[in-house]
């Protein structure tokens, strides 16, 4: 499965995830110069940011550690410019869904979400 392929069914898998959790998805792939959030949910309290990362699997390294300090100053930045276009008040948080789909599609996908991973 190409890299864009498996993004897109990473993002999609992380947002039944979050739905089945009791997320409302706020908005998908929202983009910026400053950078890109893959989803954002609301939740309580909290708007939530999510960068997703999908893998086949954890050999080489956890997804997580590929969201880099660099990477998360850019979802950071991303997240302060919607915060001040959307007017909403909630608390931020920031989460990380890591998919790992060793298959691809038509395999076993397994799921971590890790809430307030960075900040």
């Not at 950071?76 to 276009?85: D, E, G, H, I, N």
């Amino acid at each position: 499965m190409e890299a864009k392929a498996l993004g897109d069914f990473g993002e999609e898998q992380a947002a039944r995830c979050l739905r089945r959790k009791g997320y409302r998805i706020v908005e998908r792939n929202f983009r910026c110069r400053q950078g890109e959030i893959d989803i954002i949910a609301e939740k309580g309290g909290y708007i939530v940011f999510v960068e997703v990362k999908e893998r086949r699997d954890a050999r080489f390294a956890a997804a997580r550690e590929f969201v880099t300090a660099a990477k998360q100053r850019r979802i950071l930045t991303a997240a302060q410019l919607y915060l001040a276009q959307s007017g909403s008040e909630r608390q931020p948080r920031f989460d990380v869904i890591e998919v790992y789909a060793p298959q691809g599609p038509s395999g076993k996908v397994t799921i971590e979400h890790i809430e307030d991973a960075f900040m």
